[in-house]
C-alpha cells in the first residue's frame, strides 16, 4: 500500500487529467492538520458521494469538529471519486486516500460513513474497495479498520449489514465519544481478537452490530425475529438523543471548488412537532430542542467571519416554526447590516409564515421562498396530516409575490395512500391559481417553480403499512401534470419513477437486500442518486439472480402485525402510536401539532431521565399532564 508521499506524487501526474481536480487535493480554508504519529485514535469520515456535495454535509462537519476537539482524536475526510479519477486511480493502484494527510484509508483506525439517503448504498462498497479494504464486515481481521454508518437511512440498517461492522442509531454528537473510547481501550489490550470490539461496542447504547443478530423468516418471506445471539446485544437498539444541542460548528471547510451548498449554516431547532405521516426525519428526530437566538447569532457572526460565505442558511425541519423567528431574523439583520449577507431559511411551514416574517426576509436580502403543501386536495392533506387550505396557501403566494420575490418555489409529492388522479388534478389546479396571484401582483415577471417527488413509505413512519404506487400510476399522473401545466412561467420538475422504486427497494429491504446491493455493485452499479448514472436493469438482475421479486418490497401491503426489517431498531416513537396514526389515516383525522398536546407518541417516557436532568425551554415538548392516551 503507498504511503502519503507516494500518493501525493502520483496525484502530481494525474490531476491535470480529471474533471475538477480541486476535488482530489485537499488543503482548503479551515482544514484542520493534526500530528498522525502523535495521536492515538485516526477516524476517516467518508461521504459516498463527489466533493461537490458531501463538503456540505452537516453531519460530516458536526463530527469533524467533535472529535477534533479531543487531543487524543483526528478527523480526516474522503468523498467518492468521479469515474475519471476512480479509473486512473486503479490503474495506477492508487488507494482511496483522506484529504487531510494523504494517508490510505486502510491506514486509519476507523472509517465512519455517513448515509442520508439509500442510494448512497453501492458507493460506500466501491470507495471500501477503492480503500482496498473488504468489502464484507465477515472478511476483515483485526489489521482493518473498524468501518461504521449513521445516518437517516440507518435506521433500517438491515440492506447493508453485510459491509458494516456496526451503525450508530440516532444522533452522533455523543455516541461518537464512546466509540472512540472502546475503540482506544481495545487497541491498548487485546487487539488481535476483533469481535472483542464488537462485543464492546454493542454495550454502547445507540450502536447496533449486525453480526451479534440473526433473522429468520416464515414461508412466506416475511421475518419471524431477529434475535440476539450475545448476552451484550440488546434486543431493541434505542437511537441516541442529544438532550442539549452542543454549540454548532463554526469553522466550516472552505471547499476548493463550487459547491451544492456555497454558504455557511447554523442548525437553529432539531426535531419537528407537526407529524406529517410521510415523512420520515419527523418521525425519527424527535424531539424538538431549539437553541437560543443568542447563540444562534453567535454562531452565525463567527461563521461568516471564519469563511467569508455571503449566505446563511438557518437550519432545521421548519424553521418557521422556531420560537423566535421573526426576532432572530431582525437582529440578524441588525447585526449583518450592509454587509450584503442573504439568509436562507430552507423550510418553510405554510401555516407558520407571518407577513412580519416576510418583510423581515425580504429586507434581508433572503435567497428565496419557498413552501411545501404537499398535498392539493382536502382529502389528501386529511390523510397525510398537513391540513393546509387553499385560501391560506394563495394568501402567503400574493403575500410573496406583493414583497418583491418573483419566483415562489412549492414542493408536492403524488403516490400517497388512496391518492386518485382527481387529487393530482388539484395541485394542477393550485398551481394556476397560484401563478395567476403572481400575475396580478407583478405580471409577467412572476414566476413557479413546482417540484413534484414521488412518496416512498419509509420505515418509523405511520406509512410503513403500505406500498408504493405501481409505476404505470405514478407515470399516469406525470403526464397529467406535464399537460395541465404547459405554461412558460411554469417550471415543472419530477422525480423518474425507477429512481423512486430503487429508494423504496433500499428502504424497505431486509437482510437479504445485501446480497442485491452487493451483485448490483460487482455488476457496475454506482452514482445510484445521479439519473444519468442509475442502472435500473443492473438491479432488475441482481434481484433475479438472488431468487428475490422486488414487488416483495414495495408493491405488498402489510401484514397489520407483520415483523418489519426494522423493528428490533428504536425510534423511541412507539409502533402501536404509528399504526394509530396510520388507522387515523384511514379515516381521514387530523392530528393537532404536539406542541399543543402529547399524544405519548413514546418519545417522553423514553427520555425522561435525560430530560430532567437538562431541565430548559429549548425543549419544545408538552408536559406529561397534557398527554392524550391511543
Same mark, same amino acid.
Request: aromatic letters at 8%.
Given at each position: 500500500?503507498?504511503?502519503?508521499?507516494?500518493?501525493?506524487?502520483?496525484?502530481?501526474?494525474?490531476?491535470?487529467?480529471?474533471?475538477?481536480?480541486?476535488?482530489?487535493?485537499?488543503?482548503?480554508?479551515?482544514?484542520?492538520?493534526?500530528?498522525?504519529?502523535?495521536?492515538?485514535?485516526?477516524?476517516?469520515?467518508?461521504?459516498?458521494?463527489?466533493?461537490?456535495?458531501?463538503?456540505?454535509?452537516?453531519?460530516?462537519?458536526?463530527?469533524?469538529?467533535?472529535?477534533?476537539?479531543?487531543?487524543?482524536?483526528?478527523?480526516?475526510?474522503?468523498?467518492?471519486?468521479?469515474?475519471?479519477?476512480?479509473?486512473?486511480?486503479?490503474?495506477?493502484?492508487?488507494?482511496?486516500?483522506?484529504?487531510?494527510?494523504?494517508?490510505?484509508?486502510?491506514?486509519?483506525?476507523?472509517?465512519?460513513?455517513?448515509?442520508?439517503?439509500?442510494?448512497?448504498?453501492?458507493?460506500?462498497?466501491?470507495?471500501?474497495?477503492?480503500?482496498?479494504?473488504?468489502?464484507?464486515?465477515?472478511?476483515?481481521?483485526?489489521?482493518?479498520?473498524?468501518?461504521?454508518?449513521?445516518?437517516?437511512?440507518?435506521?433500517?440498517?438491515?440492506?447493508?449489514?453485510?459491509?458494516?461492522?456496526?451503525?450508530?442509531?440516532?444522533?452522533?454528537?455523543?455516541?461518537?465519544?464512546?466509540?472512540?473510547? $472502546? &475503540?482506544? #481501550?481495545?487497541? +491498548?489490550?487485546?487487539?488481535? %481478537?476483533?469481535?472483542? /470490539?464488537?462485543?464492546? *461496542?454493542?454495550?454502547?447504547?445507540?450502536?447496533?452490530?449486525?453480526?451479534?443478530?440473526?433473522?429468520?423468516?416464515?414461508?412466506?418471506?416475511?421475518?419471524?425475529?431477529?434475535?440476539?445471539?450475545?448476552?451484550?446485544?440488546?434486543?431493541?437498539?434505542?437511537?441516541?438523543?442529544?438532550?442539549?444541542?452542543?454549540?454548532?460548528?463554526?469553522?466550516?471547510?472552505?471547499?476548493?471548488?463550487?459547491?451544492?451548498?456555497?454558504?455557511?449554516?447554523?442548525?437553529?431547532?432539531?426535531?419537528?412537532?407537526?407529524?406529517?405521516?410521510?415523512?420520515?426525519?419527523?418521525?425519527?428526530?424527535?424531539?424538538?430542542?431549539?437553541?437560543?437566538?443568542?447563540?444562534?447569532?453567535?454562531?452565525?457572526?463567527?461563521?461568516?467571519?471564519?469563511?467569508?460565505?455571503?449566505?446563511? $442558511? &438557518?437550519? #432545521?425541519?421548519? +424553521?418557521?416554526?422556531?420560537? %423566535?423567528?421573526?426576532? /432572530?431574523?431582525?437582529? *440578524?439583520?441588525?447585526?449583518?447590516?450592509?454587509?450584503?449577507?442573504?439568509?436562507?431559511?430552507?423550510?418553510?411551514?405554510?401555516?407558520?409564515?407571518?407577513?412580519?416574517?416576510?418583510?423581515?426576509?425580504?429586507?434581508?436580502?433572503?435567497?428565496?421562498?419557498?413552501?411545501?403543501?404537499?398535498?392539493?386536495?382536502?382529502?389528501?392533506?386529511?390523510?397525510?396530516?398537513?391540513?393546509?387550505?387553499?385560501?391560506?396557501?394563495?394568501?402567503?403566494?400574493?403575500?410573496?409575490?406583493?414583497?418583491?420575490?418573483?419566483?415562489?418555489?412549492?414542493?408536492?409529492?403524488?403516490?400517497?395512500?388512496?391518492?386518485?388522479?382527481?387529487?393530482?388534478?388539484?395541485?394542477?389546479?393550485?398551481?394556476?391559481?397560484?401563478?395567476?396571484?403572481?400575475?396580478?401582483?407583478?405580471?409577467?415577471?412572476?414566476?413557479?417553480?413546482?417540484?413534484?417527488?414521488?412518496?416512498?413509505?419509509?420505515?418509523?413512519?405511520?406509512?410503513?403499512?403500505?406500498?408504493?404506487?405501481?409505476?404505470?400510476?405514478?407515470?399516469?399522473?406525470?403526464?397529467?401534470?406535464?399537460?395541465?401545466?404547459?405554461?412558460?412561467?411554469?417550471?415543472?420538475?419530477?422525480?423518474?419513477?425507477?429512481?423512486?422504486?430503487?429508494?423504496?427497494?433500499?428502504?424497505?429491504?431486509?437482510?437479504?437486500?445485501?446480497?442485491?446491493?452487493?451483485?448490483?455493485?460487482?455488476?457496475?452499479?454506482?452514482?445510484?442518486?445521479?439519473?444519468?448514472?442509475?442502472?435500473?436493469?443492473?438491479?432488475?438482475?441482481?434481484?433475479?439472480?438472488?431468487?428475490?421479486?422486488?414487488?416483495?418490497?414495495?408493491?405488498?401491503?402489510?401484514?397489520?402485525?407483520?415483523?418489519?426489517?426494522?423493528?428490533?431498531?428504536?425510534?423511541?416513537?412507539?409502533?402501536?402510536?404509528?399504526?394509530?396514526?396510520?388507522?387515523?389515516?384511514?379515516?381521514?383525522?387530523?392530528?393537532?401539532?404536539?406542541?399543543?398536546?402529547?399524544?405519548?407518541?413514546?418519545?417522553?417516557?423514553?427520555?425522561?431521565?435525560?430530560?430532567?436532568?437538562?431541565?430548559?425551554?429549548?425543549?419544545?415538548?408538552?408536559?406529561?399532564?397534557?398527554?392524550?392516551?391511543?
Amino acid at each position: 500500500m503507498m504511503n502519503p508521499l507516494e500518493i501525493q506524487t502520483q496525484l502530481d501526474q494525474i490531476l491535470l487529467k480529471v474533471a475538477k481536480p480541486g476535488r482530489y487535493v485537499g488543503g482548503e480554508l479551515n482544514i484542520i492538520h493534526k500530528n498522525w504519529d502523535k495521536i492515538s485514535t485516526r477516524v476517516a469520515l467518508i461521504f459516498p458521494d463527489i466533493y461537490d456535495i458531501g463538503i456540505s454535509n452537516v453531519g460530516i462537519k458536526i463530527l469533524y469538529d467533535q472529535i477534533n476537539q479531543r487531543p487524543d482524536a483526528l478527523a480526516e475526510r474522503a468523498y467518492a471519486p468521479w469515474h475519471d479519477m476512480e479509473a486512473l486511480m486503479r490503474a495506477r493502484n492508487i488507494p482511496l486516500y483522506a484529504l487531510e494527510s494523504f494517508h490510505p484509508l486502510i491506514d486509519f483506525d476507523m472509517l465512519g460513513f455517513t448515509l442520508p439517503y439509500e442510494t448512497l448504498y453501492t458507493n460506500a462498497l466501491n470507495m471500501l474497495n477503492l480503500a482496498g479494504i473488504p468489502v464484507r464486515a465477515a472478511e476483515r481481521g483485526p489489521q482493518h479498520p473498524l468501518v461504521i454508518a449513521g445516518g437517516h437511512s440507518t435506521m433500517n440498517p438491515e440492506p447493508m449489514h453485510a459491509f458494516l461492522d456496526a451503525f450508530v442509531i440516532g444522533e452522533g454528537e455523543e455516541v461518537i465519544h464512546e466509540i472512540i473510547n $472502546a &475503540l482506544k #481501550s481495545w487497541k +491498548s489490550g487485546n487487539r488481535e %481478537n476483533r469481535k472483542a /470490539l464488537l462485543l464492546a *461496542l454493542a454495550k454502547i447504547p445507540g450502536v447496533y452490530v449486525p453480526s451479534l443478530y440473526a433473522t429468520t423468516y416464515q414461508d412466506d418471506g416475511t421475518i419471524l425475529q431477529t434475535r440476539p445471539l450475545s448476552p451484550a446485544a440488546p434486543k431493541k437498539i434505542v437511537k441516541r438523543m442529544v438532550a442539549k444541542l452542543p454549540p454548532p460548528p463554526v469553522k466550516f471547510i472552505v471547499p476548493n471548488i463550487e459547491s451544492v451548498h456555497n454558504r455557511a449554516s447554523v442548525e437553529i431547532m432539531r426535531g419537528c412537532t407537526r407529524g406529517c405521516r410521510f415523512c420520515q426525519a419527523g418521525m425519527i428526530v424527535r424531539p424538538v430542542r431549539e437553541r437560543s437566538v443568542d447563540e444562534v447569532l453567535a454562531a452565525a457572526e463567527a461563521a461568516i467571519a471564519n469563511t467569508g460565505f455571503e449566505e446563511l $442558511a &438557518l437550519l #432545521s425541519l421548519s +424553521s418557521s416554526d422556531y420560537t %423566535n423567528i421573526v426576532e /432572530l431574523v431582525t437582529r *440578524l439583520g441588525e447585526k449583518f447590516s450592509g454587509r450584503h449577507l442573504s439568509i436562507g431559511l430552507p423550510s418553510l411551514r405554510i401555516e407558520s409564515v407571518s407577513v412580519d416574517l416576510m418583510d423581515k426576509l425580504r429586507s434581508q436580502r433572503s435567497s428565496g421562498f419557498t413552501l411545501a403543501p404537499e398535498a392539493a386536495s382536502e382529502r389528501m392533506r386529511r390523510i397525510i396530516n398537513k391540513f393546509i387550505p387553499d385560501d391560506e396557501i394563495l394568501a402567503t403566494a400574493r403575500e410573496v409575490y406583493s414583497r418583491g420575490w418573483s419566483t415562489l418555489k412549492l414542493y408536492f409529492m403524488i403516490g400517497h395512500p388512496s391518492e386518485t388522479l382527481e387529487d393530482v388534478q388539484a395541485i394542477a389546479d393550485l398551481c394556476k391559481r397560484v401563478i395567476a396571484e403572481g400575475r396580478k401582483a407583478i405580471g409577467n415577471k412572476a414566476k413557479l417553480n413546482a417540484g413534484v417527488s414521488t412518496f416512498i413509505p419509509k420505515p418509523h413512519t405511520p406509512f410503513q403499512w403500505v406500498s408504493s404506487d405501481a409505476d404505470e400510476q405514478i407515470r399516469a399522473k406525470q403526464a397529467l401534470l406535464r399537460r395541465e401545466l404547459r405554461d412558460r412561467n411554469i417550471k415543472l420538475s419530477l422525480t423518474d419513477p425507477q429512481d423512486s422504486l430503487l429508494e423504496a427497494w433500499l428502504a424497505r429491504g431486509d437482510r437479504r437486500m445485501s446480497e442485491v446491493i452487493f451483485s448490483a455493485w460487482k455488476n457496475g452499479a454506482k452514482f445510484d442518486a445521479w439519473n444519468d448514472e442509475r442502472r435500473f436493469d443492473t438491479w432488475s438482475a441482481a434481484f433475479a439472480q438472488h431468487g428475490l421479486d422486488p414487488a416483495f418490497y414495495t408493491q405488498r401491503p402489510r401484514r397489520l402485525d407483520e415483523v418489519f426489517p426494522w423493528d428490533h431498531i428504536s425510534s423511541a416513537v412507539r409502533k402501536e402510536y404509528l399504526f394509530q396514526d396510520f388507522r387515523m389515516s384511514l379515516e381521514g383525522e387530523i392530528r393537532a401539532d404536539c406542541r399543543q398536546q402529547c399524544y405519548a407518541c413514546g418519545i417522553l417516557p423514553t427520555f425522561n431521565a435525560v430530560r430532567r436532568e437538562n431541565p430548559g425551554e429549548y425543549w419544545k415538548c408538552p408536559e406529561v399532564k397534557t398527554v392524550v392516551s391511543g
